[in-house]
């Protein structure tokens, strides 16, 4: 079971199954509901190379509240007034939107309970490539259902060559796997976030208003700044009136 980001490192580490002959027999992507447009925008690309390939097509899972129907982690965060989880050092979203979904999806699908009922595991296959950043995401544990490949990592496919496989085989390079307003861009990514769609930034800065009354020490969405206060100080904005207008946003959004 391939666990799918629609990403630079999920589109590698397919081509390289493709190549040295596996066949994965699923294959999953965990929608949280607010990825960037570029993402969504590449699942055609995706389901047309993997008929290509003979490979199973792309299913697309979601996190269904029960009790809370939140459509996306974007509905969370404004509903509760608080920011992506990652924004405070922990990763409980990208378990509760990501995570869950496929396991969930795993937990009815056939193939996984006759695995498991035979006291085997489930292969998960996941993207982490062979560059220190990912490095230090590769955790050793064990789990009752599951069994971790890094396919990348056993290959030594860093970054960079991820990018290379995927320009080998024809493909676009994908944009950056994440949500819209992850804690985790790098404030090139912001601003190109900025250029290219300026709503999502919109959108992402009423997350970060609605949850600045309960910020201690995060200051928002950047952890150690907020994304409006720098995109004001680059663009020379007077902090107090771009603020009153994005809080005006915010409100918006909320009501």
């Known amino acids: ?9 999920s589109t590698a580490l397919l081509i390289q199954l493709q190549r040295i002959g596996l066949r994965p ?10 990825e960037k447009h570029e993402t969504y925008g590449y699942l055609q690309t995706r389901r047309e190379w ?10 697309v899972v979601r996190r269904r509240g029960v009790r809370v129907p ?16 990652l924004a405070y050092g922990r990763k409980s979203c990208s378990l509760k939107w990501k ?16 695995c498991w009922r035979y006291g085997r595991k ?26 971790f490949w890094y396919p990348l990592r056993e290959f030594g496919l ?38 290219r769609h300026p709503a999502l930034v919109r959108r992402a800065i009423a997350i970060e208003q609605r949850a600045k009354p309960n910020l ?14 720098w995109l004001n100080e680059r663009d020379g904005r007077a902090p107090d009136s771009a603020l009153t207008a994005q809080q005006s946003f915010a409100a918006s959004i909320q009501n």
């Open 99 to 114: 995570v869950a979904p496929q396991n969930k999806f795993c937990n009815h699908w056939e193939p996984a309970l006759k």
């Open 158 to 195: 860093d970054r960079a060559a991820c990018t290379d496989l995927i320009r080998s085989e024809g493909l676009p390079v994908p944009a950056k796997s994440a949500c819209f307003f992850c804690p985790a861009t790098k404030k090139p990514e912001l601003l190109q976030l900025q250029i």
């Open 50 to 59: 993997l008929r290509a390939a003979g490979f199973p097509d792309l299913i």
């Open 122 to 147: 489930v292969i998960k296959v996941i993207g982490y490539d062979a560059g220190p950043s990912d490095g230090r995401r590769v955790k050793a544990f064990r789990d009752p259902k599951y069994l």
């Open 70 to 85: 939140d459509r996306s982690l974007e509905d969370q965060c404004l509903r509760t007034g608080t920011l992506p989880s």
């Open 216 to 229: 201690r020490s995060v200051k928002g969405l950047g952890r150690n700044f907020a994304w409006i206060d």
């Open 25 to 34: 027999d699923l294959i999953l992507f965990a929608d949280t509901g607010s």
């Open 1 to 9: 079971m391939v666990a799918d980001g629609l990403g630079v490192n």
